[in-house]
């Protein structure tokens, strides 16, 4: 217990564990889509890719535009994944302070360094899907006000 509070003490795991896992996970929601365009322009495989993805978003921001209630549930949605993503980033540090505690117990090396992949795969997986969830209700709340400022038809 005692090594746990040294680390926890210690500048310098606050800033690889904490600060570092934040930086990146900012920049891979701002690098996201640039990466995206990149690989369209030289790939034919990545357009179609994104070209269908963009379409399921319109698609399902359509649906969803129809009801004022049904934005904002993508809404909650999207902020409950980035909580359990805050949750799950909080695994991932634990399990690197783990890995770092146990240097020389080689057992229980293996099972850290397990969990900590998976929770980092899963951490940028929840991540990417709250960030799907604002741009569709994004979308979905344009189109809601593009609707509701049209005039009514008349017969």
């Not at 934005?71 to 909580?83: E, Q």
């Not at 850290?112 to 709250?130: D, Q």
């Not at 189109?143 to 509701?148: C, G, R, S």
Request: glycine share 6%; hydrophobic share 50%; proline share 4%.
């Amino acid at each position: 217990m005692g090594k746990i509070l040294e680390h926890v003490y210690d500048p310098g795991w606050w800033f690889t564990a904490i600060f570092i896992g934040f930086i990146v996970n900012i920049l891979a929601g701002l690098l996201q889509s640039p990466i995206d365009t990149y690989l369209s322009q030289i790939s034919s495989r990545a357009r179609k890719w994104r070209a269908r993805r963009e379409e399921l978003l319109e698609t399902r921001a359509c649906f969803i535009a129809e009801d004022n209630n049904l934005i904002l549930l993508y809404l909650l949605k999207g902020l409950a994944l980035i909580i359990i993503e805050l949750f799950v980033t909080g695994v991932f540090v634990g399990s690197y302070l783990m890995y770092r505690l146990l240097g020389s117990e080689e057992g229980m090396r293996i099972p850290s360094i397990i969990v900590m992949m998976l929770s980092g795969f899963l951490a940028i997986k929840i991540y990417y899907r709250a960030i799907y969830r604002f741009k569709c209700a994004n979308r979905a709340e344009e189109l809601y006000l593009a609707n509701k400022s049209k005039p009514p038809p008349t017969a």
